[in-house]
C-alpha cells in the first residue's frame, strides 16, 4: 500500500493529437484566411507556430506563398483560408494576442501573462485570465457569450469593446473595474446612482465608432454616479443619450464641473 513503481521508457511521442508542454491550441470555424498577432513578455520571445491538418503559414494577407506548415516568430502571421487548427508554443509568455477569424480557444485562461486580447469569437469570458487589462471581442454570434457578466471579475480591466449591446444583459456596468479607462459598447445599465464606489474612476462611455452609448432609463444613475468618482489625469470622452428628465441637465452640469477641461461630456447630443 503506498508504494509504486515508476519506468522511464526511451522514445519519442510523434503524434499532433497531444499538446506539446506549454503548448495552447487554437481552432477557427470559418474557411476564410486569418491572421495571429503575438507578443511575449519580454523583447526577443518568439513563438513556434504550427499548423496542424489543412492549410499553411502563408507570407502575408496578400502573398499566398506559402512558409510551410511551421514557423518560429512574432508579430503578426499570416494563415491560409484552409487553416482550421493551430498549436502555439510558449502560451506563458503570451501579453498580447490578436487572433482574427472565427476562434475557438478554452486555453487562453492558462496564458497567465496575458493582458490584452482582440478576439472575433470566444466560448465565455471565463477563458480568459483574471489580470487582463484590455479585451476586445469583435464577435459575430453574440449569443455566443454566455457569461458577460464575469466582466466583474477582472480588478485591472481598462479597456472593454464589444460590438453588441449590454443592455439586454444583467451586466451592470458601474461594478466593471475600479480603473476602468473606456468602455465602447452600444448599450448598458447602471443599476443606480451609488452603485459605482466613490474610490472607483471615471471613465469614458461611448458607442463603437465613437457614436453616443445608449443607456436608455439608465442615463441619470450614471450622471449622478460618475460625479462623485474619482476623476483621472487624462482626457476622459463620454459620449451618451437616454431617456431625459427633469433632472437630467443639472446632472450633466455637475458631472462636467466635476470632471472639468479634461472631460468632455456629451449627453443627448448635446455638449457641456
Known sequence: MGNCLVTKLKGVVNNDNLLKVGEIEVNFSENFAKSIYLLGSSEGIEFDVRVIGEGNVQVSSSDPTSLGKEVHTHGTIWLSSAVTKIRISSKYDFVDTNLEGKVYCEDLSYCTNLKSVNLFALDRISYLP????SITLR??????FVDLDGLLNFPNLKVFYYAYPLLDNDIDIAGISPVMKRI???SAKWSSPTARPSTSQIFGLIGPGYDSLALADYLDNMLANM???????EAITINVRGTATANTVSLAQALKA???ANLTLIVNDVTY
Open 139 to 144: 464577435n459575430t454570434m453574440a449569443d455566443k
Open 227 to 233: 460625479a462623485n468618482c474619482v476623476m483621472p489625469n
Open 184 to 186: 465602447e459598447v452600444y
Open 258 to 260: 466635476h470632471g472639468g
Open 130 to 133: 483574471i489580470n487582463m487589462e
